[in-house]
Nanobody, 124 residues
Framework: QVQLVESGGGLVQAGGSLRLSCATS????????MGWFRQAPGKEREFVAS????????YYADSVKGRFTISRDNAKNTVYLQMNSLKPEDTAVYYC?????????????????WGQGTQVTVSS
């Protein structure tokens, strides 16, 4: 059974930092590209960042570029999202996702497995 479990969300003031983690099981993690998406109330789920199977290639939404960093530890079957300089508009439920391909993608439909999400709230 495939499981993706996010953790690390919470409440933080604007300008602060959080580190999200997504632990996976039930798949050969090193064969999957991974992504982070987010969904704010009343909005569509949107792409945040993606990382290829080895960690050598990453891709970011323009809204988070320079502030967020995606990384992975294949030995721990875990992907991370370091979020710095947080803004109130970053408030959302953050989801990690796995795709059964080696390469990155910003497209929600390219991902096969999803976690349950973790809430990030940034106060002004």
């Amino acid at each position: 059974q495939v499981q993706l479990v996010e953790s690390g969300g919470g409440l933080v003031q604007a300008g602060g930092s959080l580190r999200l983690s997504c632990a996976t099981s039930g798949r050969t993690f090193r064969s999957d590209a991974m992504g982070w998406f987010r969904q704010a109330p009343g909005k569509e789920r949107e792409f945040v960042a993606s990382i290829n199977w080895s960690g050598g290639t990453t891709y970011y939404a323009d809204s988070v570029k320079g502030r967020f960093t995606i990384s992975r530890d294949n030995a721990k079957n875990t992907v991370y999202l370091q979020m710095n300089s947080l803004k109130p508009e970053d408030t959302a439920v953050y989801y990690c996702a796995a795709r059964s391909e080696l390469g990155i993608s910003p497209m929600r439909d390219d991902y096969d497995y999803w976690g349950q999400g973790t809430q990030v709230t940034v106060s002004s």
